[in-house]
C-alpha cells in the first residue's frame, strides 16, 4: 500500500468570507456563472460554510544525494485569508 503526502490551507469564515459565501449561494440559486473573483477566492471548489479547503503552492523537494524528499511551502506564497495549514500522510 503506497502513502502519500499532501499539504492544504484551510481559511475560516471572516467577514469576505460571509461576503463571498453569500454572493456564491446566490448565483448558485439563480443559475447563473459564479465571478471569477469568487471562484478563485473558493480555489475553484465547491465551498463548505464553516471553513474551505484551499490549494497551497507547494513545490516538491529532495536533497541532492536523494536520501530525503519532501514538500516546501514558501511563507510569502500562502493566501492571506489562509488560517490553518495542514500536513497530512493517506493511505
Known sequence: MAMSTHV???VQPDERFKVMMAIYGTCK???VSIPPEVEKFFGGGEPDPTAFQV???VQEWKNPEGTQEGYELRVKDIPAH???IRFY???
Open 8 to 10: 492544504v490551507g484551510f
Open 29 to 31: 440559486m439563480a443559475g
Open 55 to 57: 490549494s497551497l503552492p
Open 82 to 84: 489562509v488560517s490553518v
Open 89 to 91: 500522510n493517506a493511505w
